[in-house]
């Protein structure tokens, strides 16, 4: 999310993103909805991860 949409989100939030990108079933032709939420990580954190 912070790649490709520039947003922080909290990392438990991307579970359901993920969930929603590796289904064993398909989605295809159907309404999904994905609560994303937080920011709640620290930005000390995030650019030790990127460098």
């Known amino acids: 999310m912070?790649?490709?949409m520039k947003?922080?989100?909290e990392p438990s939030s991307a579970?359901?993103?993920a969930a929603a990108l590796f289904a064993k079933t398909?989605?295809?032709d159907k309404?999904?909805?994905s609560v994303i939420s937080?920011?709640?990580v620290d930005t000390d954190q995030?650019?030790?991860?990127?460098s």
């Open 31 to 33: 309404r999904v909805v």
């Open 38 to 40: 937080g920011g709640n």
């Open 26 to 28: 398909s989605l295809r």
């Open 2 to 4: 912070l790649e490709r």
């Open 46 to 50: 995030i650019a030790a991860l990127l």
């Open 7 to 9: 947003q922080v989100i």
């Open 15 to 17: 579970t359901t993103v």
